[in-house]
């Protein structure tokens, strides 16, 4: 869905998506059942709480290739991706319009009704993250929601595509405990703390029992979901 940023990714803006495909065939799936999966999960967790975001940002929009999966699951939201890669915010640019700019050309502004992120937090220095999440917190509507999905550590599968990654070898994984902690000292309460994707694709016809099993931290990656103060 986002491609990670930082400015080292500015050697990976043109082949994101062949290493990231490369990396997680071992799932027998491509990138795009994994990005509209996890939207399909978002959007569920927030119909549950009677919210339909009409603005949302994209931090860490890496080459921008969420935006067609995000507009197709909330259709009429006003989309937009702040990333500090400029190399891939030109390839966003290029592919999918003008709604992209550089981290630092953007102040929060408290206007956002939904902030996601997935995959980006792994690679954010970790003395950085509470920075992160405070901008984050400052982009948001009173009462918006922000989506952080990361890649699970106790999962041996999302392990193992890391290290098929060239960008995600070195990268230091975030322990959902430790994301929660992370947003509450944004001052975000956290409603949500499941994991997705738990069966690869040989045991796909298992794959309905995996709401009944969400909260078990079986699955290759896990959602966390924060609310701002109303």
Not at 50 to 58: F, R, S, V, Y
Not at 89 to 114: I, M, Q
Not at 149 to 176: Q, T
Request: net charge positive.
């Amino acid at each position: 869905m986002s491609a990670p940023g930082h400015p080292g990714f500015d050697r990976y803006a043109r082949d994101y998506g062949e290493a990231l495909a490369k990396g997680i065939s071992l799932s027998g799936e491509g990138i795009d059942f994994f990005a509209t999966g996890r939207l399909a999960i978002l959007k569920a967790a927030l119909e549950r709480r009677g919210a339909n975001p009409a603005k949302i940002l994209d931090f860490g929009c890496g080459n921008g290739t969420a935006a067609p999966f995000v507009l197709s699951t909330f259709p009429g939201a006003e989309y937009a991706g702040v990333d500090v890669s400029e190399e891939c915010l030109a390839v966003a640019r290029k592919s999918h319009g003008s709604c992209f700019r550089h981290l630092g050309e953007y102040a929060p502004e408290g206007e956002y009704d939904l902030v996601f992120t997935n995959g980006v937090f792994h690679h954010i220095p970790g003395p950085e993250q509470p920075g992160a999440l405070d901008y984050i917190a400052r982009a948001l509507k009173p009462g918006g929601y922000f989506a952080l999905w990361e890649n699970n550590p106790w999962n041996p599968g999302a392990r193992l595509v890391m290290r098929r990654i060239p960008f995600d070898r070195d990268a230091a994984m975030l322990w959902p405990a430790a994301a929660r902690r992370l947003l509450r000292g944004a001052d975000l309460a956290v409603e949500l703390a499941s994991f997705a994707f738990i069966f690869p694709r040989p045991l796909r016809l298992l794959r309905p029992l995996e709401r009944y099993v969400s909260r078990l931290p079986l699955g290759a990656q896990y959602l966390v979901l924060g609310r701002k103060p109303a």
